[in-house]
């Protein structure tokens, strides 16, 4: 019943953009937390950033500050994240994450290439 669907990746070169989006269902978007994660091959999954209910907070990972940028339209039940100057270590599949009061739902991920 609950579903997060990412779409936007693909392959970009360093420096370009891409902008990711993530569909949700099944739930009351306005009321959780969202939240961006990554992971690269052999490495661990990280939090890339994340947004508050009504978008007036964010966070970002030290690696992706002044780039990245999230944003959410509860209206459309969305949340982006508009990825800017990319560089190859921003390749990964990425994926969206709702804070669920019993449980965290996932989306099954997007990937990004970046390179030249």
């Known amino acids: 019943q609950v579903h997060l669907v990412e779409s936007g990746g693909g392959l970009v070169q360093p420096g370009g953009s891409l902008r990711l989006s993530c569909a949700a269902s099944?739930?009351?978007?306005?009321?959780?937390?969202m939240r961006w994660y990554r992971q690269a091959p052999g490495k661990e999954r990280e939090l890339v950033a994340s947004?508050?209910?009504?978008?007036?907070?964010?966070y970002y990972v030290a690696s992706v500050k002044g780039r990245f940028t999230i944003s959410r339209d509860n209206a459309k039940n969305t949340v982006y994240l508009q990825m800017n100057s990319v560089k190859p270590e921003d390749t990964a599949v990425y994926y969206c994450?709702?804070?669920?009061?019993?449980?965290?739902?996932w989306g099954q991920g997007t990937q990004v290439t970046v390179s030249s």
């Open positions: 994450k709702a804070d669920g009061v019993a449980n965290d739902y």
């Open positions: 947004i508050t209910r009504a978008g007036r907070n964010a």
């Open positions: 099944g739930f009351t978007f306005s009321s959780l937390t």
